[in-house]
T-cell receptor, first 116, second 117 residues
Framework: AQSVTQLDSQVPVFEEAPVELRCNYS??????LFWYVQYPNQGLQLLLK??????LVKGINGFEAEFNKSQTSFHLRKPSVHISDTAEYFC??????????????FGTGTLLAVQP | GAVVSQHPSRVICKSGTSVKIECRSL??????MFWYRQFPKQSLMLMAT?????????EQGVEKDKFLINHASLTLSTLTVTSAHPEDSSFYIC?????????????FGSGTRLTVV
């Protein structure tokens, strides 16, 4: 079974500063990895995903993440954050065979709080 | 892009009543729908997986008789919270996988905030 750990429940950062949100996973099989963003009282929006190939994945809104198999990590980064990036960020994992019944397992989330 | 429409977005109901939440895939066929619940400041926990034309699969610890799931067609899945109690108050989100190439992506509904008073 897979699991996802997001060690930081909240990350405060000043506007225009860089940020890294950490995600580690565990799985006995190959996985797909995802980062989602959730704004208050809304559903989830996909930021980026890793399926295979290049370990550096670029997503929307200037975010990127790097898959590190040896460290079982998939940390999310942005070089310069904006106030509008304030939201809850979830790392998620699914089994890497692409089936329609793949379950997404979510981490506990990290609140990115951007301060002016 | 793929859209899953979820209604209602907010509902307040009295304890003991039932509430139905609908998720419709608007521009694709969803043979599978995942139902999650999210408590305040917590992660999304998978409750059940519904499949068109067959019984839903519930995760361990989820009461089947309390959370009734029906996947009536390829575009509609519903979650009914029966005999709701205040502890059922939560944010419920549906998600449908959609095939893009060799991969299934996930499209999420916008969520339903249920408050039981």
């Amino acid at each position: 079974a897979q699991s996802v750990t997001q060690l930081d429940s909240q990350v405060p950062v000043f506007e225009e500063a860089p940020v890294e949100l950490r995600c580690n996973y565990s799985s006995s099989v190959s996985v797909y990895l995802f980062w989602y963003v959730q704004y208050p009282n809304q559903g989830l929006q996909l930021l980026l995903k890793y399926l295979s190939g290049s370990t550096l994945v670029k997503g929307i809104n200037g975010f990127e993440a790097e898959f590190n198999k040896s460290q079982t990590s998939f940390h999310l980064r942005k070089p310069s954050v904006h106030i509008s990036d304030t939201a809850e960020y979830f790392c998620a994992v699914s089994e890497g065979y692409g089936g329609a019944t793949n379950k997404l397992i979510f981490g506990t989330g990290t609140l990115l709080a951007v301060q002016p | 892009g793929a859209v899953v429409s979820q209604h209602p977005s907010r509902v307040i109901c009295k304890s003991g009543t039932s509430v139905k939440i609908e998720c419709r895939s608007l521009d694709f066929q969803a043979t599978t729908m995942f139902w999650y619940r999210q408590f305040p400041k917590q992660s999304l926990m998978l409750m059940a997986t519904s499949n068109e034309g067959s019984k839903a699969t519930y995760e361990q610890g989820v009461e089947k008789d309390k959370f009734l799931i029906n996947h009536a067609s390829l575009t509609l899945s519903t979650l009914t919270v029966t005999s709701a109690h205040p502890e059922d108050s939560s944010f419920y989100i549906c998600s449908a996988p959609r095939r893009t190439g060799s991969f299934y992506g996930y499209t999420f509904g916008s969520g339903t905030r249920l408050t039981v008073v």
